[in-house]
C-alpha cells in the first residue's frame, strides 16, 4: 500500500514537472516563432469555447467586416474573445442606457485590433465608460470624444462618435480602434508577456524607420495621413493603426515598408483584411 502510496505520488510530480516543462517550452518558442519569422504559434487549442446570446452574435456579425472574413474556427476564436472581454471589463453609462449594441461594439473592436495576440486580455483598464456625444472632462478641462486614462483605468467613449467610426469603414476615422491602440502602447510598456514584448519591440523600430528625414518628408508631403498623426508618437502610431485597418491596399501601396512595419508589430492581423486572403463564401 505504502509503496502504491509512494508511486502514485512520483507520478504525480512528474506529470506536474512535465506540464510546467511544457508550458514554458511553449512560450518560449511562442517568443522565438515571433520575433524570427513575426509569427506566433496557431490559435490557442480550447475544449471548449465561450458563446454569446444570438442577438450579440447578430451584432458581431453586422458591425465586423473583419469577422465576416475570418475562417469559421477564427470566427469561434473571436466570439470567444468577445465574451471573455465582456466578462473582464465592466461598461457604465453616463447618461444613458449600457446596451448590447454598445457592449458588442467595444468589445469587438478591441478584439479585432488584437486579434494577432495570443495574451490580448490586459490589466492597464478596468472599465469602459460611455458618454452620449461629446463630453468635457475635468481633467484636461477640454472637450472629448474619447480617451483612455490609465491612471483611472478606463477607457471611455462618446457613443455618436464611435458608431461613426463604424458607419464609414474606409474614411481611417475609428474612434474605436484609435483610443485601444493608446491601450495596446500602454500594455506594451507595462506588462511583460509575449505579445506586449514584441509589440513594444516593433513599436521601437517602427518609430527608428519613420524618423529618418527621407521617410518624414514621403509621410508628411502624402497627405495620407491627417495631421493630428503629428502631434507625439502615441498620437502617431494611433492614427498609423486606423489607417492600417480601414483603407490597408492604399496603406500597403503607398508605404509597403511602414506597412509591413505595423504588420509585425500586430502579428501579422492584415493577413485576414486583404482582398488575396479573404474567405470567399458562396
Not at 516563432?33 to 442577438?55: D, E, H, Q, S, W
Not at 494611433?238 to 485597418?245: G, L, R, S, T
Request: charged share 20%; with cysteine; hydrophobic share 40%.
Amino acid at each position: 500500500m505504502e509503496d502504491w502510496l509512494t508511486f502514485s505520488m512520483i507520478l504525480v510530480m512528474v506529470l506536474l514537472l512535465g506540464a510546467v516543462v511544457l508550458y514554458f517550452f511553449i512560450h518560449i518558442l511562442d517568443y522565438l516563432l515571433a520575433v524570427l519569422i513575426g509569427r506566433t504559434l496557431r490559435l490557442p487549442f480550447r475544449m471548449k469555447y465561450k458563446t454569446l446570446t444570438p442577438n450579440q452574435n447578430a451584432l458581431v456579425r453586422h458591425y465586423f467586416s473583419f469577422y465576416r472574413r475570418l475562417s469559421p474556427r477564427r470566427q469561434r476564436e473571436f466570439t470567444h474573445r468577445v465574451a471573455c472581454f465582456l466578462e473582464r471589463y465592466t461598461f457604465h453609462g453616463q447618461d444613458l442606457t449600457i446596451t448590447d449594441e454598445m457592449r458588442i461594439l467595444v468589445a469587438g473592436t478591441y478584439v479585432m485590433l488584437t486579434f494577432g495576440f495570443r495574451d490580448y486580455l490586459t490589466s492597464v483598464f478596468e472599465r469602459v465608460i460611455v458618454y452620449p456625444e461629446v463630453y468635457y472632462s475635468t481633467i484636461t478641462e477640454q472637450y472629448h470624444k474619447g480617451e483612455f486614462n490609465p491612471v483611472a483605468r478606463a477607457v471611455v467613449f462618446s457613443w455618436a462618435d464611435l458608431l461613426e467610426g463604424h458607419s464609414v469603414d474606409n474614411d481611417n476615422l475609428n474612434l474605436g480602434i484609435h483610443e485601444f491602440t493608446h491601450v495596446l502602447h500602454r500594455k506594451g510598456l507595462a506588462q511583460r508577456s509575449t505579445s506586449a514584448s514584441l509589440f513594444k519591440m516593433h513599436f521601437k523600430g517602427l518609430m527608428e524607420f519613420v524618423k529618418h528625414p527621407h521617410i518624414q518628408r514621403q509621410i508628411v508631403e502624402s497627405n495620407y495621413f491627417r495631421d493630428y498623426a503629428f502631434t507625439n508618437e502615441y498620437e502617431f502610431l494611433a492614427v498609423v493603426i486606423e489607417h492600417y485597418y480601414e483603407t490597408p491596399l492604399e496603406f500597403r501601396s503607398h508605404f509597403p515598408n511602414l506597412f509591413r512595419k505595423v504588420s509585425r508589430m500586430l502579428n501579422h492581423a492584415h493577413t485576414l483584411q486583404l482582398p488575396e486572403n479573404r474567405i470567399q463564401r458562396r
